[in-house]
C-alpha cells in the first residue's frame, strides 16, 4: 500500500484521468455512498491498458458501481464491434450510470444490465474474452463458477478487492462474510487447475487469472 507521496508520484508519471473520468468521480464521491469503490485513476489506467493487451471482443462486468471502471475498459477497446457488458444489482444507480455514459466517447460500448449477474448472465449471449469481478465479496466463489466456463481458452478474469484491507491475513477475532468470501475465492483460485493467477498488491488487491488454453 502507497503513501500519499508515493501515490502523487505514479499518478503524475502515468497517462492522465481524461476529464470525463475525472468528472464521475468527483460525482461518484459528491454523489453515491462508498464513494471508495470507484476504481480511480490508477487502476482505471491499468485496467484500459489490460484491456488493449488482451483485444477483447466481448467483456464481461459484475459489479458497475459508477461506472468509472466499465468507461476505462470500453476506453480499451480496439475492435469496432467489441463491448463491454457490465451488471449492477442496484437499480438505484441506473440513471446515474446512464446520465455519465452517455457523457463519454465511448458510452455507446457499454451495454448496461440490471438485476442480480447470477440471474442477469444466462441472458447474455456468447463467450467473453475478459471478466471484471468487482460485486458482493461473499459470492466470489459463486461468480468463479458461473463465469469461468464462458471465459474463452487464454482469456482473463480479473477481480477486484482480494486482499480486503489485509483482512486475508489478520481478521482478528471474528471472520465476517466477506472476508470468508475472499478467502474461500483465493484458495479455490490457487488451486484450480484449469488456471494460472497473480495477486497485484494495487490498492485493495487484484488477481489476474488466465484460463488456460493448453
Known amino acids: 500500500m502507497m503513501d500519499e507521496r508515493l501515490e502523487q508520484y505514479v499518478l503524475s508519471h502515468i497517462d492522465a484521468e481524461p476529464e470525463n473520468l475525472h468528472q464521475l468521480d468527483r460525482d461518484t464521491h459528491l454523489r453515491l455512498l462508498y ?8 487502476q482505471g ?13 466481448q467483456v464481461l462486468e459484475l459489479g458497475t458501481y459508477s461506472g468509472y471502471s466499465a468507461l476505462c475498459m470500453a476506453e480499451g ?4 464491434e467489441a463491448c463491454v457488458h457490465t451488471i449492477e444489482i442496484e437499480d438505484e444507480l441506473e440513471d446515474f450510470l446512464r446520465e455519465h455514459f452517455s457523457q463519454s466517447p465511448v458510452g455507446h460500448k457499454v451495454h448496461l444490465h440490471i438485476g442480480d449477474a447470477t440471474q442477469v448472465l444466462a441472458s447474455i449471449e456468447g463467450d467473453f474474452d475478459l471478466a471484471f469481478i468487482d460485486a458482493n465479496k461473499r459470492d466470489y466463489v459463486e461468480y468463479y463458477n458461473m463465469v469461468l466456463p464462458r471465459i474463452t481458452p487464454g482469456g482473463y478474469i480479473i477481480a477486484d478487492n482480494t486482499l480486503w484491507d489485509g483482512k486475508v491475513v489478520d481478521w482478528g ?3 465476517d462474510a466477506q ?5 474461500a475465492f483465493n484458495d479455490l483460485v490457487a488451486s484450480d487447475p484449469q488456471v494460472e493467477v497473480v495477486i497485484i498488491p494495487l490498492r485493495d488487491g487484484l488477481t489476474i487469472i488466465r484460463k488456460r488454453n493448453d
Open 35 to 42: 464513494s471508495r469503490m470507484c476504481s480511480g485513476h490508477l
Open 45 to 57: 489506467r491499468l485496467l484500459k491498458m489490460l484491456v488493449r493487451m488482451i483485444n477483447p471482443r
Open 77 to 80: 477497446l480496439l475492435r469496432d
Open 173 to 175: 477475532k471474528r471472520l
Open 179 to 183: 472476508t470468508a468470501g475472499i478467502l
